[in-house]
């Protein structure tokens, strides 16, 4: 049986929220990424058993292809590859993570601009190819995805997305960028639960694999109620929350469509990696998480788990706190649950 993953994700840029891309980059990188707590992050992952490391990498490294998008402080290919090799040494594979997503795309530049037109797919091919290339021809490449949609937009001065036929064009040839060079790609869940039919009319289960992502409980005894979590609220938009009259976080609409959507999906054959996280402050949703999988889904579809703290690589007491907590809860989920 091949050994499953247990990864984490960490960022290596802070450019990925599409919101103030030009403020970011006249940000050091190192008030994002601390090469200290990176390295820390490596010994720890170690230490909690895991076996990958997906790293978003985006802005935060020199691209020969497109030099114009990196962050003035970008880190070389050299330095890269180095940290392929650290990791290698650890028992550890580097996994690159670029985000293609309308919404999460600051890091491209003025490319983030130019959707679908015929010099987008020369960059993002570029991009690819050269990242691939950078990582020493990794097993997979995350191509994000996640949040497309006006939802996500709606309060900017500049909003840009595709829909329907076009985004699923996109995303099948960004998907066929990857395969093409002997990698695997992944994405978040987000295009295949909003619009199920157009997925599986365009991907196939051989050529992607789903990073499904969900931060809450799935135990009903371990819901959250609404009144414990007032900052979860402000930040999804107060107003919103407040005319929904829900009693529990879980039964927000996007919860509840990936509970309704997320095994049926598995049906199709595609092959899933979920993804935890410590960001919304449910102590639960590793362990939850895991044991939903592990008891209602297909053991051959979930090739394993990774877990996201979502916060800078930094020194601060909120960053050190999360990832504390995200390999704790990782390694104590995995071992209750898989025994291993």
């Given amino acids: 049986m091949k050994e499953k993953i247990w990864g984490l994700l960490v960022h290596l840029s802070g450019s990925f929220s599409g919101a103030n891309g030009g403020k970011w980059m006249s940000t050091p990188l190192s008030e994002y990424f601390d090469e200290e ?8 992952a170690a230490k909690s058993g895991m076996n990958t490391i997906v790293l978003e990498t985006i802005d935060g490294v020199k ?15 050299e330095w890269v590859r180095e940290q392929v090799a650290l990791c290698r040494e650890k028992g550890i594979a580097l996994i690159p993570k670029l985000n293609f997503s309308a ?62 036929e ?81 009693k529990f976080v879980e039964e927000d609409p996007y919860l509840v469509n990936y509970r309704i959507k997320s095994l049926p999906m598995m049906e199709y054959g595609y092959k ?23 008891k209602y889904a297909n053991d051959d579809q979930i090739l394993g788990y990774i877990t996201a703290p979502w916060v800078a690589m930094v020194k601060t007491e909120r960053s050190l706190t999360y990832l504390e907590e995200t390999f704790r809860f990782f390694k104590e989920a995995r071992e209750k649950i898989y025994g291993e």
Avoid at 107 to 124: C, Q
């Fill in 103 to 164: 919404t999460h795309d600051a890091w491209l530049g003025e490319y983030a601009r130019m959707l679908s037109t015929t010099v987008y797919y020369k960059v993002v091919k570029d991009l690819i190819e050269e990242t691939y290339e950078m990582f020493e021809h990794p097993a997979y490449i995350h191509i994000g995805m996640d949040e497309e949609g006006i939802q996500y937009q709606a309060k900017r001065e500049y909003v840009a997305y595709r829909q329907k």
């Fill in 272 to 294: 899933y990696v979920p993804c935890a996280s410590v960001f919304n402050r449910c102590d639960y949703n590793t362990e939850d998480i895991m044991a939903y999988y592990k």
């Fill in 166 to 246: 076009l985004l699923f064009h996109d995303l099948k040839y960004l998907c066929d960028c990857v395969n093409a060079l002997g990698a695997k790609p992944w994405i978040w869940s987000s295009p295949m639960y909003d619009d199920p039919e157009r997925f599986t009319k365009y991907i196939s289960p051989d050529e992607i694999i789903i990073n499904p992502y969900y931060y809450n409980a799935f135990d009903p005894a371990h819901y959250t109620p609404v009144e414990s979590r007032a900052e979860y609220i402000t930040y999804y938009n107060e107003d919103k929350y407040k005319e929904m009259g829900i």
């Fill in 63 to 77: 691209y020969d292809s497109h030099p114009e998008i990196s962050h003035p402080d970008a880190y070389s290919k």
């Fill in 37 to 44: 707590v990176w390295r820390d992050c490596i010994e720890n």
